[in-house]
């Protein structure tokens, strides 16, 4: 998992903004990560390396998220995408800061990603600095982090 992790830092570092619409290449994201940036999937929902459909529809499920917006989320964006989307609802749906339902918030993500307006980069750190702390945001730095905490 470190070495996945340094990595996706390298491929961040010279990744093309053309090829990294939203950002995530940049923020050194890798799905390791998932349960830790995003809690309330702990013990529902396991997150797999190369997540698919099925983790898709699952974080739509706890999330209140419906199927069919899931499915359009996904084939208009690509499944991952489309899984970051449902995980950002869903922490804002934890923490009671969705105002409609997670449902039009997921849909108002895609609309944002469609027309070019989401950067789920800029997202995925902050919701490191949250869980992390202020210092070095880093995927390479987090995985050593976490697992200090851990034991």
Request: glycine content about 8%.
């Amino acid at each position: 998992m470190k070495q996945e992790t340094a990595d996706a830092c390298q491929n961040a570092l010279v990744s093309a903004d053309t090829n990294d619409v939203y950002g995530i290449q940049r923020s050194g994201f890798v799905w390791a990560e998932a349960s830790a940036l995003f809690p309330f999937i702990d013990g529902m929902v396991e997150i797999a390396r190369r997540p698919g459909l099925t983790e898709l529809h699952a974080v739509a499920r706890v999330c209140q998220i419906g199927q069919a917006t899931a499915a359009r989320a996904s084939a208009m964006l690509g499944t991952e995408i489309a899984l970051l989307c449902a995980l950002i609802t869903g922490h804002h749906l934890a923490n009671g800061q969705i105002r409609k339902t997670p449902d039009a918030y997921m849909q108002a993500l895609v609309r944002r990603a469609r027309s070019g307006e989401l950067n789920l980069g800029h997202t995925l750190l902050g919701r490191r600095k949250a869980v992390f702390g202020q210092g070095d945001t880093r995927a390479s730095n987090m995985r050593i982090s976490v697992r200090s905490s851990m034991h």
